[in-house]
């Protein structure tokens, strides 16, 4: 059974974390995206100073590395909060792949991996990268077509492959690389935590997107010729990468649905006062059954998105890692899809003012649209559902 009450603690959190987001952020976010563009960080440093000042900076982490120890459903109640603006998660240094990737290391890095990079990328010192997916006809949605290759010399490994879509991957100060070790086809992958500075390590550029760059938003094409790293830099063991991306992606597709949460919120919110105030063929637009039509299809959608999200949170915080994979699944289809759904019913409720960029909507939805892609495709989130539900391995009514 799900308990919806957050408690007296998550509740205030929460609430300083919505006060934090519309004093502080908000009012800087459209200064923080026009610095980016010139790579400066000065307005996002002042904020993580802010947040970190008001104990709200990294909660997700554990309390020795300066965190709160929030677990999974904590993150929920706070991430949907921060996901209320394009740069809000990167304020209090919660943003992907960095914390995806501060997490895995917290659970299987060797000690000078975590000296060397953990400790640096919690401070904000730096920034990471996933370097999983590859050109065709290497790994995309099917991780057996891995190509990047690592091979045992002396006391450590010699990575050679071609990568693209490491977000990130141009400014990171480090990689989490997967490579294949062997042909076992489901121990034949092994991460390592390798330096984007490196000897070999070529950032090939950065892909032009749908989406404007922002933050560590940024798709890097990387090549690895003959890259050295010692034994250390494995995580969690050889064979193990199969295994560790995906107990890293259950949890980050569920911290995207947070966030993407929040966002679909604002946006829907940011419809009503035009939609009470404009009037058309005699009456508020508010009024016209039609609108209110995608208005409940958007209220509707996002508190089942909540739902859904909050269920496998759940599971996860009892330990349910392998049964929450359908339900992961799940949420992370349909809130993605929902995020581009009120994004373009805003886009279309607001008529031209909602496809100006007077507006934020636009620039939001070319951002959205990644989240049908990023992390398996709606399609293989499917075809997992349905092969569970013929396995009588998930249920619908819980």
Same mark, same amino acid.
């Given at each position: 059974?799900?308990?919806?009450?957050?408690?007296?603690?998550?509740?205030?959190?929460?609430?300083?974390?919505?006060?934090?987001?519309?004093?502080?952020?908000?009012?800087?976010?459209?200064?923080?995206?026009?610095?980016?563009? %010139?790579?400066?960080?000065?307005?996002?440093?002042?904020?993580?100073?802010?947040?970190?000042?008001?104990?709200?900076?990294?909660?997700?982490?554990?309390?020795?590395?300066?965190?709160?120890?929030?677990?999974?459903?904590?993150?929920?109640?706070? /991430?949907?909060?921060?996901?209320?603006?394009?740069?809000?998660? %990167?304020?209090?240094?919660? =943003?992907?792949?960095?914390?995806?990737?501060?997490?895995?290391?917290?659970?299987?890095?060797?000690?000078?991996?975590?000296?060397?990079?953990?400790?640096?990328?919690?401070?904000?010192?730096?920034?990471?990268?996933?370097?999983?997916?590859?050109?065709?006809?290497?790994?995309?949605?099917?991780?057996?077509?891995?190509?990047?290759?690592?091979?045992?010399?002396?006391?450590?490994?010699?990575?050679?492959?071609?990568?693209?879509?490491?977000?990130?991957?141009?400014?990171?100060?480090?990689?989490?690389?997967?490579?294949?070790?062997?042909?076992?086809?489901?121990?034949?992958?092994?991460?390592? %935590?390798?330096?984007?500075?490196?000897?070999?390590?070529?950032?090939?550029?950065?892909?032009?997107?749908?989406?404007?760059? !922002?933050?560590?938003?940024?798709?890097?094409?990387?090549?690895?010729?003959?890259?050295?790293?010692?034994?250390?830099?494995?995580?969690?063991?050889?064979?193990?990468?199969?295994?560790? %991306?995906?107990?890293?992606?259950?949890?980050?597709?569920?911290?995207?649905?947070?966030?993407?949460?929040?966002?679909?919120?604002?946006?829907?919110?940011?419809?009503?006062?035009?939609?009470?105030?404009?009037?058309? /063929?005699?009456?508020?637009?508010?009024?016209?059954?039609?609108?209110?039509?995608?208005?409940? =299809?958007?209220?509707?959608?996002?508190?089942?998105?909540?739902?859904?999200?909050?269920?496998?949170?759940?599971?996860?915080?009892?330990?349910?890692?392998?049964?929450?994979?359908?339900?992961?699944?799940?949420?992370?289809?349909?809130?993605?899809?929902?995020?581009?759904?009120? !994004?373009?019913?805003?886009?279309?409720?607001?008529?031209?003012?909602? /496809?100006?960029?007077?507006?934020?909507?636009?620039?939001?939805?070319?951002?959205?649209?990644?989240?049908?892609?990023?992390?398996?495709?709606?399609?293989?989130?499917?075809?997992?559902?349905?092969? =569970?539900?013929?396995?009588?391995?998930?249920?619908?009514?819980?």
């Amino acid at each position: 059974m799900i308990d919806f009450d957050l408690g007296p603690e998550l509740t205030t959190l929460r609430d300083q974390v919505r006060r934090f987001m519309d004093d502080e952020v908000l009012p800087v976010e459209a200064r923080v995206v026009e610095e980016d563009r %010139a790579k400066d960080r000065t307005t996002l440093r002042a904020l993580r100073a802010k947040a970190r000042a008001a104990g709200l900076y990294t909660p997700h982490l554990p309390a020795d590395l300066g965190g709160l120890g929030l677990g999974i459903m904590g993150m929920c109640a706070l /991430f949907r909060e921060m996901g209320r603006s394009m740069v809000g998660a %990167a304020a209090f240094n919660c =943003d992907a792949p960095d914390q995806g990737n501060m997490d895995l290391l917290i659970r299987v890095a060797s000690p000078e991996v975590r000296e060397r990079w953990l400790v640096p990328l919690v401070n904000g010192e730096i920034t990471s990268g996933f370097s999983m997916t590859e050109p065709a006809p290497g790994a995309g949605s099917d991780p057996g077509n891995l190509r990047t290759t690592a091979r045992r010399e002396g006391d450590g490994w010699v990575l050679d492959g071609h990568k693209w879509f490491t977000t990130g991957g141009g400014d990171a100060a480090f990689l989490i690389v997967m490579a294949r070790t062997s042909d076992d086809p489901r121990m034949g992958a092994t991460l390592f %935590a390798v330096d984007r500075h490196a000897e070999g390590v070529e950032h090939v550029r950065d892909v032009p997107v749908m989406a404007p760059s !922002l933050l560590a938003h940024r798709e890097a094409e990387i090549k690895y010729h003959g890259v050295r790293v010692s034994a250390a830099a494995v995580l969690g063991g050889e064979g193990q990468g199969f295994r560790l %991306a995906q107990a890293r992606l259950v949890p980050a597709r569920l911290t995207h649905c947070m966030r993407w949460l929040g966002l679909a919120d604002r946006a829907l919110e940011m419809c009503k006062p035009y939609l009470l105030a404009r009037t058309s /063929f005699g009456k508020e637009l508010a009024r016209h059954q039609l609108v209110q039509k995608m208005i409940f =299809d958007n209220v509707a959608g996002l508190h089942a998105g909540n739902l859904m999200t909050l269920h496998c949170a759940s599971m996860l915080e009892k330990g349910l890692d392998k049964e929450a994979r359908p339900y992961s699944s799940m949420a992370k289809t349909h809130v993605a899809r929902l995020l581009c759904k009120v !994004l373009d019913d805003a886009i279309q409720l607001h008529g031209a003012l909602g /496809f100006s960029e007077d507006m934020p909507f636009s620039t939001w939805y070319r951002g959205a649209r990644a989240a049908r892609i990023a992390d398996g495709p709606d399609e293989v989130h499917e075809v997992t559902v349905a092969r =569970d539900f013929f396995r009588g391995t998930v249920k619908t009514l819980v």
